[in-house]
């Protein structure tokens, strides 16, 4: 685990690269870092993602621009309905990124310059590359979510060369046995695909602590380091050991290392098999440890051991189609899923439309930077019958199964706009209503909030984004959006004593609360329930197990008083249960 010589790169010396071979056991032996992503440690041989599709040098004359554009159009059908597929067969966070994923090989605007692409003579495989490229540009070039879609848009046309030119589709390596799977980026589709049972982790050149990479790791519990510079040299058979926790990749470490790497990983195995029941501090103080879901099997979802629901994303109900949802479809699936979990607390996030999920058949305007316009419950604004017909499906739901359902709402920004969700929902017969934190206005202002809502939920990923003001796909800034910020967890303490002083719960549903050290962090800065991918739970709880409140509170201050994320990191490293500093 953490050493005073293993931190995050920023502030910290250069990466070693390799360079010449230096052999099992030399002292030299080279040490990359990068972004720790997920946790967890192994040691296994490298096999490296296979290069993407290549266009032929010879560039063939469009003949049938019809026919061309016909093709076009089933190849991204095909990617569309297959991204689908994975998405469905994966479930929880795999199917909500894959879902969007899918959207966006049918995006309109997309088709469109394709086609403009062909009328000029350009051939169909280098009409889609080309389109797809300038696509990319215009994605990155707005930031925020829109610019964190670049990599998906680069998976999908890389799918659809490779069935307009016949070959192989991109896809995952199998070298026949266990493996550290390395890649410049791996896409999503690609990841929802890993069997863990042989990935041992995950070791990218690009990517940010926040891309679907990042979160469908942790979902499946894949240690993983992103934003590795010298990953683009490690070559396919070349072991490495990988520390998710510290961003620290060994070259050819020598067999203590390796001995050292298996046995931290057989500890933590052994510790998390017994990590079982509702989330509770060494001294019984409860946090609730709940489940992020979206579209997928919900009683798959429900057979987890969690204490029920923190986020239901309820985009897949709206994405993909031509018309909204009626209110009777909204009530059956909403039915399905409250019942699969009993008796369990679900809450819903209301329709979270606008950036990188725009609906057709409500549109918002032409937006600079959709990411800083109307998405979330400002879409209540140019459309108030999506959210007043949503309220009142979820209701309807909840009567019908008797379920203990809250609402809310995503992106609000003032205590007028929390008010104004509130009076909405409760009018609609919903008992429970909050607001998410994810503006950095909202939290300065979380003690008005509160005095609105009866409960909120800090999205970190969108608040550190906000806060930080670094794009989330921007690779030269990945440092600036660790969730170890001591800005980011400045705005956590105070939307957290807000909710001590008011009596009302604070909940993290973004990535943050998947990290068993942060954590511990935020249940001392307040938190007082953590939402999650399911193979993230039995760490948490079992970190929660091994201290007391007052050992979170005095955690929190380490890591509040800290100069950098590594110093917060490795200042809460040192002062954990030993058992946690084993892992």
Request: some cysteine; charged content about 25%; hydrophobic content about 45%.
């Amino acid at each position: 685990m953490p050493t005073t010589d293993r931190r995050h790169p920023t502030g910290d010396p250069q990466p070693t690269h390799p360079g010449t071979a230096t052999g099992p056991g030399s002292p030299a032996a080279p040490r990359l870092r990068g972004i720790p992503a997920a946790p967890g440690s192994a040691a296994a041989p490298v096999a490296r993602m296979a290069a993407p599709p290549r266009l032929p040098d010879d560039r063939p004359a469009a003949t049938d621009p019809a026919a061309e554009r016909a093709a076009a159009r089933s190849a991204l059908e095909r990617v569309a309905d297959d991204l689908r597929a994975r998405g469905a067969d994966a479930g929880g966070e795999g199917a909500a990124v894959l879902g969007a994923q899918a959207l966006m090989a049918r995006d309109p605007e997309l088709l469109r310059r394709i086609d403009e692409r062909i009328g000029q003579g350009e051939p169909t495989a280098w009409a889609v590359r080309d389109a797809c490229a300038a696509y990319q540009d215009l994605l990155r070039q707005a930031g925020g979510y829109l610019a964190e879609r670049a990599a998906d848009l680069a998976d999908i046309a890389d799918r659809a060369v490779a069935i307009l030119l016949g070959l192989p589709m991109p896809g995952l390596p199998d070298p026949g046995g266990d493996h550290v799977l390395v890649a410049d980026d791996l896409a999503p589709a690609d990841t929802v695909r890993l069997d863990a049972r042989r990935v041992r982790a995950i070791v990218t050149r690009r990517g940010g602590p926040t891309s679907h990479t990042v979160i469908l790791a942790r979902s499946l519990g894949i240690p993983a380091v992103v934003g590795c510079d010298g990953a683009e040299s490690l070559a396919d058979g070349v072991r490495v050991a990988v520390d998710g926790d510290t961003g620290v990749v060994d070259v050819d470490p020598d067999e203590e290392e390796v001995a050292r790497a298996e046995q931290r990983a057989e500890r933590r195995r052994r510790s998390l098999a017994g990590a079982v029941g509702p989330g509770r501090t060494a001294d019984g103080h409860p946090v609730a440890l709940l489940l992020n879901v979206g579209e997928g099997d919900p009683d798959r979802a429900a057979a987890h051991d969690s204490e029920g629901v923190g986020l239901l994303r309820t985009e897949f109900l709206f994405l993909d189609r031509a018309a909204a949802p009626s209110v009777d479809e909204q009530v059956g699936t909403y039915t399905r899923l409250f019942s699969a979990f009993g008796g369990r607390t679900v809450t819903v996030r209301t329709l979270d439309a606008g950036s990188d999920k725009p609906l057709s058949f409500a549109a918002t305007g032409e937006e600079d930077n959709p990411a800083l316009g109307v998405r979330g419950f400002r879409t209540a604004r140019v459309h108030p019958d999506l959210l007043t017909d949503q309220l009142a499906a979820i209701a309807a739901a909840a009567r019908a199964t008797g379920a203990r359902v809250r609402v809310m709402a995503p992106m609000v920004s003032t205590p007028a706009e929390a008010a104004a969700f509130a009076a909405l929902a409760r009018g609609a017969g919903i008992g429970e209503v909050g607001v998410m934190i994810e503006v950095p206005a909202a939290a300065l202002l979380a003690d008005q909030v509160l005095g609105e809502v009866d409960f909120v939920s800090i999205g970190t990923n969108d608040l550190a984004q906000y806060t930080m003001a670094a794009d989330r796909t921007l690779g030269s800034l990945p440092d600036l959006l660790d969730p170890w910020q001591p800005a980011l967890l400045t705005m956590v303490a105070a939307v957290g004593a807000a909710g001590e002083r008011r009596g009302r719960p604070v909940g993290v549903c973004g990535e943050a609360a998947a990290d068993p050290l942060l954590a511990l962090v935020l249940v001392g800065l307040g938190a007082t329930s953590l939402s999650m991918s399911a193979p993230a739970l039995p760490a948490v709880r079992y970190a929660l197990g091994r201290h007391t409140r007052a050992e979170c509170r005095d955690l929190a201050d380490l890591a509040l008083t800290a100069e950098s994320p590594a110093h917060a990191r490795d200042q809460v490293h040192t002062a954990v249960h030993p058992d946690l500093r084993e892992w």
